[in-house]
Nanobody, 125 residues
Framework: QVQLVESGGGLVQAGGSLRLSCEAS????????MGWFRQAPGKEREFVTA????????YYADSVKGRFTISRDNAKNTVYLQMNSLIPEDTAVYYC??????????????????WGQGTQVTVSS
């Protein structure tokens, strides 16, 4: 059974940083794309970033480009999201997800097979 467990969320002031982790189990992690999505209160879930098994084909939403960085350690079955220069608009529940997805479709949440439970990130002004 595939499981994804996020950690690292919390409360941070605007301009600060957080690093989220997502540990996967139950499949050969390195063969699949890994993505991060977020959902703010009253809003739809939105794509943040994703990359493929090699760490290549990395894509970012325009809203986080230059501030967020995705990375992965296949040996540890873990993907990370380094978030810098956080702003209040980044406040959301952050989810990691995995699937066998072409890079062209990384932003399509319905194509991901498995999701974590989410971790709350709150950025105060």
């Amino acid at each position: 059974q595939v499981q994804l467990v996020e950690s690292g969320g919390g409360l941070v002031q605007a301009g600060g940083s957080l690093r989220l982790s997502c540990e996967a189990s139950g499949r050969t992690f390195s063969r699949y794309a890994m993505g991060w999505f977020r959902q703010a209160p009253g809003k739809e879930r939105e794509f943040v970033t994703a990359n493929d098994w090699s760490g290549g084909n990395t894509y970012y939403a325009d809203s986080v480009k230059g501030r967020f960085t995705i990375s992965r350690d296949n040996a540890k079955n873990t993907v990370y999201l380094q978030m810098n220069s956080l702003i209040p608009e980044d406040t959301a529940v952050y989810y990691c997800a995995t699937g066998s997805i072409s890079a062209l479709y990384y932003s399509e949440s319905e194509l991901y097979d498995y999701w974590g439970q989410g971790t709350q990130v709150t950025v105060s002004s």
